[in-house]
């Protein structure tokens, strides 16, 4: 069976850093990424990473960054100068090969306040 643990959220102030995590296990994904779900809006892609390459949300290019473990099957959303419009429930995703099927982590909530 397939499983991504995703981990890291938590409370910080506008300005801090966090880091996220994401274990994928069961498969070998073609790519990875991240989505975040704000309360009364839509599940939005924040960055995504396969083969090396990766692709951000234009609200978060040069403040976040994803990188992985191929090695531990990670996923990484390093976070930095986090704003209150960063404040959402983010969610690992990932797709497998060769089905590129959907897999979702259970999500981390980030809360940035002022």
């Known amino acids: 069976q397939v499983h991504l643990v995703d981990s890291g959220g938590g409370l910080v102030q506008a300005g801090g850093s966090l880091r996220l995590s994401c274990a994928g296990s069961g498969s070998i994904f073609i790519v990875m990424g991240w989505y975040r779900q704000a309360p009364g809006k839509q599940r939005d892609l924040v960055a995504a990473?396969?083969?090396?390459?990766?692709n951000y949300a234009d609200s978060v290019k040069g403040r976040f960054t994803i990188s992985t473990d191929n090695a531990k099957n990670t996923v990484y959303l390093q976070m930095n100068s986090l704003t209150r419009e960063d404040t959402a429930v983010y969610y690992c995703?990932?797709?497998?090969?060769?089905?590129?099927?959907?897999?979702w982590g259970q999500g981390t909530q980030v809360t940035v306040s002022l």
């Open positions: 995703w990932a797709q497998t090969i060769p089905t590129r099927r959907d897999y």
């Open positions: 990473i396969s083969c090396g390459m990766t």
